[in-house]
């Protein structure tokens, strides 16, 4: 059973015959069902229910949208999330390798910043501020890639010109 079964039913015949008088009881009635043997072929309904249906399909557009923000949110999260799990598994290969595994990681990562600018494929901004990181000792470096790096943080785990194992 459906809701529309709930409604005041008038015989197609009836309603031809006295629309007027469907047209008065939609004053009391929100919407009235026209039947043809048996079963609804067309619905009579009051403006006042079209006004609302619309603001209830523009209240159901809203929340659709709202849901799908917050789910382009959450995987963004997600993303930052893998970000710097391989960042912070990097961090812990650069404290830990021996000196000459660090600079080859090091090496590597600036040869990836000298691509990015002979090339122009990533902004200045962030080939300005990986080169600052990379000039700084060891334990400085690990400790910024996953830190905020002020404010450039996410930004530049985004972007970065460590070649990570993929997840």
């Not at 309904?45 to 523009?58: G, M, Q, T």
């Not at 709202?66 to 382009?72: C, E, G, N, P, T």
């Not at 997600?78 to 021996?98: D, K, M, T, W, Y």
């Not at 000039?135 to 990570?164: C, E, H, M, Y």
């Amino acid at each position: 059973m459906n809701k529309l079964d709930n409604l005041p039913q008038v015989p197609a015949t009836q309603a031809k015959q006295a629309f007027g008088e469907m047209l008065d009881r939609l004053r009391s009635e929100p919407a009235l069902a026209i039947t043809s043997h048996g079963r609804i072929k067309a619905l009579m309904a009051a403006p006042e229910v079209w006004d609302s249906n619309s603001k209830s399909l523009d209240e159901a557009h809203r929340a659709v949208d709202q849901m799908k923000r917050q789910l382009a949110r959450a995987k963004q999260a997600e993303l930052e999330s893998q970000r710097l799990q391989r960042h912070a598994q990097l961090a812990v290969e650069l404290l830990s390798a021996p000196r000459s595994r660090q600079d080859a990681l090091i090496a590597q990562a600036r040869a990836m910043l000298k691509k990015w600018k002979d090339e122009r494929l990533v902004s200045e901004d962030y080939i300005g501020k990986w080169e600052q990181l990379l000039g700084l000792p060891v334990k400085q470096l690990a400790s910024a890639i996953v830190g905020d790096a002020d404010g450039w943080g996410r930004a530049l785990r985004q972007n970065t010109p460590f070649v990570l194992a993929p997840r």
